[in-house]
């Protein structure tokens, strides 16, 4: 949904072209031209749309003048983000085992370069100065400071049962876990299949607690 809730954006795999929808009365409000979307989301004001598709591209399209402003490359099960200002965009999983941050405005980009594969997943913190992406290999959430691409904090798990019992089974392959920031960007909290959730503090990367 838009953030005034008036318009639902819906992607379609299978069709040549997604849709914005009136919710108030269920007509088309807009095509967007991008086939075989798999994720859309709108940015903070409403304006844009942020696309990916099955192919390893990510879309940025204006809906006021009906274009697409930014046509970006990375990995098919990406899940872009948007930055709460709208002036970032963030593709958690490129290439090898690299992030981005891409400028909307400027299309300059920054890496983050990780040791090791990253998750389709990642989140900006509410003011947009950090980033949490999650490395499967290690089994680790790291932050990042959003604007240097300074690695600050490494919050790590440990492999749970089901893979540390079957020496067959890869973490980069069978691991599921997530995290987030707290709505005051102060605190992180994570989860993984070790079966752990964990508090952490956002600043320094200190465990606070666990269950």
């Not at 983050?112 to 990253?118: A, G, I, P, T, W």
């Amino acid at each position: 949904f838009s953030p005034n809730s008036k318009i639902l954006a819906i992607a379609y795999k299978n069709h040549t072209h997604s849709e914005l929808i009136n919710t108030e009365d269920g007509t088309l409000f807009q095509k967007i031209p991008i086939a075989k979307a798999s994720t859309i989301s709108f940015s903070p004001s409403g304006k844009k749309i942020l696309l990916s598709n099955s192919s390893g591209k990510v879309f940025i399209w204006d809906i006021e003048a009906e274009t697409i402003l930014l046509n970006s490359e990375a990995d098919p099960n990406c899940i872009p983000k948007w930055s709460p200002d709208e002036t970032t965009i963030l593709l958690p999983n490129i290439r090898n085992n690299q992030s981005l941050v891409i400028n909307v405005k400027t299309k300059e980009e920054i890496a983050l370069n990780h040791k090791s594969n990253v998750h389709n997943n990642a989140v900006f913190s509410p003011d947009g100065t950090k980033i949490l992406t999650l490395t499967r290999g290690d089994v680790t959430f790291n932050v990042w400071d959003s604007k240097t691409a300074t690695l600050l904090q490494r919050l790590e798990h440990s492999v749970g049962p089901l893979l540390s019992s079957n020496n067959n089974q890869q973490p980069s392959k069978w691991w599921h876990a997530t995290g987030s920031f707290t709505p005051d960007g102060k605190k992180i909290i994570t989860f993984a299949d070790d079966f752990t959730v964990r508090l952490w503090d956002s600043k320094n990367g200190q465990l606070i607690d666990q269950s």
